[in-house]
C-alpha cells in the first residue's frame, strides 16, 4: 500500500501518482519553478520544499525549508 499520493491538474486533465517510500513532484515556469520532495524519517512525514530556476536549463535550486507535522501545529507565542 503507497503512503504518499500526489496530483496534478493541466490542460489535458488530472493525474495522480503513489509513492511507498517518497515521491518527487514539481511544477515550473521559464524562470522559476517549484521542487517538493516527500519522504519519511523514522514514523513521521517530511517535505522538502525547493525554489528552482524552472525550465530554461540553469539548474540553481534554494532550499525553502524542511516541513512536517508539527509546523501545522499553532504555536502559542510565549508571554
Known sequence: ??????????????????????????????DVGIDILGYQEGDEDCFAVYLTSGSDGRQHRRLIGVFKKE?????????
Open 1 to 30: 500500500m503507497a503512503h504518499f499520493y500526489a496530483g496534478v491538474k493541466g490542460n489535458r486533465g488530472e493525474a495522480t501518482r503513489l509513492g511507498t517510500t517518497s515521491i518527487h513532484a514539481w511544477a515550473q515556469g521559464w
Open 71 to 79: 509546523d501545522l501545529d499553532e504555536k502559542k507565542e510565549e508571554v
